[in-house]
């Protein structure tokens, strides 16, 4: 996979040490975190799926649950169905033309409006101007409402041309960003967290992943502490220390009263939220067919649409059930 696509969309490339640099420091930092906030916040549902990526036609699937995510650019061409594989410099090609034609309809709107103000101009006049002056003034309307009539049509074309530039090249993007993700998820620098796969992804469409992993790698990243990728994290590491399934809640138990309370937020949680993470662990040991590398993925999704809907009982219950 071609690691660059130094030119795909709208935005002006910058220029950095003598290089063209297509998207800024300060706009791929945001990128990064923010996937990094959404792969945090549903890594139980995405984590193993990553895993499992083979092949680009595997990437919708595994992110289904972004859907209502879709604001995010880089999320629409990840879920996109509409792809069209072309090579990367045809993509570039594309993203000039649509900066051109971006351009176009800024200069062709222009000058619309400048000739609409002399239409309203030419209004005003006749209705303030002399009988001599009239005929000469209703001319000059007249060519100038012409004028307008061709800018109007010029503008409706290139308004056209570049809405359709765009949805092509967009389709074109989806498939790179999909390819680049599938490239990655393949490689032996995926490490199967959410930092490693926002560092990758954060540059798309305008850079592949290995640059974007690059770039992104030197900015530290505030400490998530809790949520579902810390609890998923530590219950793997309770599902590996367990050797017999049926033994899993006791030995979830033991092993979190083992712990200090202060040692990560997850454990503090998982603590605080004993009861719920018991009835998970119930709920996901009755399910049949569960892998070994699945059970903590699953164990975490029960685990907190538990915690999202609870009746009065559970509520009660896990007040009295914490391991304190």
Not at 28 to 48: P, Y
Not at 59 to 66: G, I, N, P, T
Not at 68 to 80: C, E, G, K
Not at 263 to 277: C, D, G, N, P, Q
């Amino acid at each position: 996979m071609n690691d660059g696509l130094d030119t795909v969309g709208p935005a002006p490339p910058e220029r950095v040490a003598g290089r063209r640099r297509c998207i800024e420091d300060g706009a791929l930092r945001g990128s990064r975190d923010r996937l990094l906030s959404l792969f945090n916040a549903t890594w139980a549902d995405v984590g193993l799926s990553l895993q499992l990526i083979k092949k680009s036609t595997d990437v919708r699937e595994a992110l289904s649950v972004w859907e209502a995510d879709r604001d995010n650019r880089i999320v629409r061409l990840l879920l996109s169905s509409n792809v069209i594989r072309v090579p990367v410099k045809n993509l570039r090609t594309m993203s000039r033309k649509l900066i051109e034609l971006s351009e176009s309809v800024r200069t062709v709107t222009d000058e619309r409006f400048r000739i609409q103000q002399s239409v309203e101009l030419a209004d005003q006049a006749l209705a303030m101007t002399s009988d001599v002056d009239r005929d000469r003034i209703d001319r000059i309307r007249n060519d100038l409402v012409k004028t307008l009539s061709a800018a109007n049509a010029r503008l409706d074309e290139k308004t056209r041309e570049h809405k359709e530039t765009q949805e092509a090249l967009e389709n074109r993007c989806a498939h790179f960003a999909q390819s680049e993700l599938t490239d990655f998820c393949l490689s032996q620098r995926y490490k199967g967290t959410p930092l490693s796969v926002a560092n990758a992804l954060a540059g798309l469409p305008y850079i592949g992943w290995r640059r974007s992993m690059s770039r992104c790698s030197k900015w530290s990243v505030e400490d998530f502490g809790g949520g579902p990728y810390k609890a998923t994290e530590t219950i793997s590491r309770i599902v590996q220390s367990c050797q017999v399934r049926s033994e899993l809640i006791a030995s979830a138990e033991q092993w979190l009263r083992a712990k200090s309370p202060t040692k990560s937020r997850a454990i503090t949680e998982l603590r605080e939220s004993w009861y719920y993470l018991k009835e998970a662990l119930k709920s996901v040991l009755q399910e049949p067919k569960i892998s070994r590398r699945a059970l903590p993925f699953r164990i975490v999704q029960v685990y907190y649409r538990m915690k999202q809907h609870p009746s009065p009982a559970d509520l009660l219950l896990a007040e009295h059930s914490r391991i304190v």
